[in-house]
């Protein structure tokens, strides 16, 4: 298994204190052997040290540094100090528990063998040493195995639990985002289409009633519903993304309130007093102003019985100001549950606006659109 980049950062540091605190002393011991020994006495240390320095990461290393034990021991009669630095290379590229004890413990074979082979004998305390400190190393690094182990279980288990947190994490984002958009589209439906066809209908009832009594005004009227259907056919394609949104409220703000007011005054014989100042603003508030004055007219026709409507908007300061009242019956705004009122302050709050309804029964209704306007 390779190394991950913090084995082979360790192992580059230990590699240096290695080369200081284990072939070292045993070249410098090599200084004072006899003539006939010592040039391997030096050349040993100094060929275990090159190799260790160069070839520390290479997966045949270990092999090697347990033949430079059985040679060294073999020369100084035991290599227990040699032995001891030299435990971490059996361990730190663990790949398996298994793999580390019979490593060190063939480091540790040949580190009491060559010591026998040179003449030390066996009952020494190189000998002694050497297997303590391998008993020491291998329980030592068992448990630091364990311990690597359980970590690397419990990094993979908040890894599983991060990878499925992520995905029910998108999947709640999918969710959200489809029920807002079914939201969005349902709102889009109540103001546009929904409105659209409840005035054709009223039209249509008109019309069959009125056609053999007043022709000129049934043909008033079905012109009013060729118009409300092609407003409606527009819309739709909006809807789709077949059109641009800003076709629906094309040209200035108060044009566009000012065909919608005439229309309902055509439609429903309301008198209608606005007052709608020249405010410059773009395609989403205005489509945002467009549907607070359909939503409120359709409010008027259906439920206020009223006989003039007002409705006027003004620039302030802060934004813009539409302002719909009706001189109708009113209702209790606590009981009112409509879908229109609440799709309005949505869309308002969307855009960082506000909806302030005020009404009460006998009193009229009052209905307050404030919107910001970016400069």
């Known amino acids: 298994m390779p190394a991950s980049d913090d084995q082979t950062s360790i192992l580059r540091w230990y590699t240096l204190l290695w080369v200081v605190f284990g072939p070292a002393p045993e070249f410098v011991a090599g200084l004072g052997d006899p003539a006939g020994t010592r040039v391997w006495s030096l050349t040993v240390p100094v ?51 298994r793999w580390p004890v019979l490593l060190s413990g063939a480091g540790a074979a040949t580190a009491v063998g060559g ?52 995905a029910d994490l998108a999947e709640a984002h999918r969710r959200q985002g489809a029920a807002e958009e079914r939201e969005r589209l349902a709102r889009e439906i109540h103001d546009t289409l929904a409105q659209g066809f409840a005035s054709i209908v009223v039209l249509a009832e008109a019309v069959r009633s009125g056609l053999a009594d007043d022709p000129d005004g049934a043909a008033r009227q079905l012109l009013s519903i060729e118009r409300t259907a092609r407003e409606n056919l527009a819309e739709a394609r909006v809807l789709v993304g077949a059109s641009p949104q800003e076709t629906i409220a094309a040209g200035s703000v108060s044009r566009t309130l000012r065909r919608a007011l005439d229309r309902f005054t055509e439609d429903t014989g309301i008198a209608v007093d606005a ?19 359909q939503e409120s007219l359709a409010n008027v026709r259906k439920h206020a019985a009223a006989s003039t409507v007002g409705v006027v908007l003004t620039s302030q300061p802060h934004g813009v100001e539409l302002e719909v009242t009706d001189d109708g019956r009113g209702f209790s ?10 799709g309005m302050r949505r869309r308002l709050t969307e855009l960082g606006g506000e909806l302030t309804v005020t009404s009460a029964p006998g009193d009229g209704t009052r209905v307050l659109a404030v919107l910001p306007i970016e400069e």
């Not at 288990?157 to 992520?166: F, G, I, K, N, P």
């Open 333 to 342: 705004v606590a009981d009112a549950r409509g879908f229109g009122l609440t």
């Open 275 to 293: 007052d709608l100042a020249d405010v410059e603003c773009d395609p989403t508030t205005r489509i945002a102003l467009l549907r607070c004055v």
């Open 115 to 166: 010591g026998v082979l040179g003449g030390g004998g066996l009952a020494t305390g190189n000998t002694v040493v050497t297997l303590v400190a391998y008993a020491a190393g291998t329980a030592l690094g068992l448990a630091a195995r364990r311990v690597a182990d359980r970590a690397e279980a419990r990094a993979r288990r908040l890894d599983d639990e991060l990878t499925s947190t992520r």
């Open 47 to 97: 060929v275990l040290a090159v190799v260790g320095a160069v070839a520390a990461r290479r997966s045949w290393f270990p092999y090697a540094l347990i033949a430079g034990l059985g040679a060294v021991s073999f020369l100084r009669d035991g290599a227990a100090s040699l032995y001891i630095v030299s435990l971490p290379y059996f361990w730190l590229p663990v790949r398996s528990a």
